[in-house]
């Protein structure tokens, strides 16, 4: 897959270990050496980069993102963050709309959400990877079961966190979360996709999250450090 396991923090080798142990976990290696003969381009380089950043230990906020983008050079293999210096893709101009909506920030000239993983923001896609060009065609193989192993372990942290669920997919996998008791929050909307951003009955455009989510963690002694700012926000 392109990275060692010894590399990760060690909070998450355990999780990732068992998971390439199993018979899902070698179809994924398989299939993914087997799209490296072929020449495919896969993005982003480095699939594990969410749990790299972010140690389960550190993590006060999940985003569940779906799968990277599939365009040359914008995926950076964190949910709805684009490398800097490329365009702001639809859910993400969406995304930071929101933002600046709720908390009254500017808009930021990059839209790598880099930042906020050094804070305890595990951004996090449920596919780690795609193929150049065709959105979900590294779905259905493997890294989903790996993605609610790695959601199962955050969850049944007592630490207080907040699951910021946006759209049918990720709230289908936050269903888990549930079953790890009260400790978490949950805050549900449509996806920022402009397809469903600014519709009933959960539109993302107006959901408060981001706010939301600071003053749950400030009230139980968890910030984010420097909040949901951003250090290329314009002046």
Same mark, same amino acid.
């Given at each position: 897959?392109?990275?060692?396991?010894?590399?990760?923090?060690?909070?998450?080798?355990?999780?990732?270990?068992?998971?390439?142990?199993?018979?899902?976990?070698?179809?994924?290696?398989?299939?993914?050496?087997?799209?490296?003969?072929?020449?495919?381009?896969?993005?982003?380089?480095?699939?594990?980069?969410?749990?790299?950043?972010?140690?389960?230990?550190?993590?006060?906020?999940?985003?569940?993102?779906?799968?990277?983008?599939?365009?040359?050079?914008?995926?950076?293999?964190?949910?709805?963050?684009?490398?800097?210096?490329?365009?702001?893709?639809?859910?993400?101009?969406?995304?930071?709309?929101?933002?600046?909506?709720?908390?009254?920030?500017?808009?930021?000239?990059?839209?790598?959400?880099?930042?906020?993983?050094?804070?305890? /923001?595990? !951004? =996090?896609?449920?596919?780690?990877?795609? $193929?150049? &060009? %065709?959105?979900?065609?590294? #779905? +259905?193989?493997?890294?989903?079961?790996?993605?609610?192993?790695?959601?199962?372990?955050?969850?049944?942290?007592?630490?207080?966190? /907040?699951? !910021? =669920?946006?759209?049918?997919?990720?709230? $289908?996998? &936050? %269903?888990?979360?549930?079953? #790890? +008791?009260?400790?978490?929050?949950?805050?549900?909307?449509?996806?920022?996709?402009?397809?469903?951003?600014?519709?009933?009955?959960?539109?993302? !455009?107006?959901?408060?999250?981001?706010?939301?989510?600071?003053?749950?963690?400030?009230?139980?002694?968890?910030?984010?450090?420097?909040?949901?700012?951003?250090?290329?926000?314009?002046?």
């Amino acid at each position: 897959m392109g990275v060692q396991v010894a590399d990760l923090p060690p909070g998450w080798q355990p999780t990732v270990r068992a998971f390439l142990a199993t018979p899902a976990g070698q179809a994924l290696e398989a299939f993914l050496a087997a799209e490296r003969v072929a020449g495919a381009r896969v993005y982003p380089p480095d699939p594990f980069r969410a749990l790299r950043l972010t140690a389960p230990e550190a993590v006060r906020v999940v985003i569940l993102g779906q799968d990277p983008y599939h365009g040359p050079g914008q995926a950076e293999g964190l949910a709805f963050s684009v490398a800097p210096g490329r365009p702001h893709p639809p859910s993400l101009r969406n995304l930071l709309a929101e933002r600046a909506r709720d908390l009254g920030l500017p808009p930021p000239r990059s839209g790598s959400l880099l930042a906020w993983a050094g804070r305890g /923001v595990l !951004l =996090l896609n449920t596919t780690l990877t795609v $193929r150049d &060009g %065709e959105p979900a065609s590294h #779905a +259905g193989r493997g890294w989903e079961a790996l993605s609610a192993a790695l959601l199962d372990q955050v969850a049944a942290d007592p630490a207080p966190k /907040v699951f !910021l =669920l946006w759209g049918a997919h990720a709230q $289908r996998l &936050g %269903e888990r979360i549930a079953q #790890a +008791g009260p400790a978490h929050l949950r805050l549900e909307a449509n996806h920022p996709s402009p397809l469903s951003a600014r519709r009933p009955p959960r539109p993302f !455009l107006g959901c408060g999250h981001f706010g939301l989510a600071q003053a749950w963690l400030q009230a139980r002694g968890r910030p984010l450090d420097g909040g949901w700012t951003l250090p290329a926000d314009a002046a």
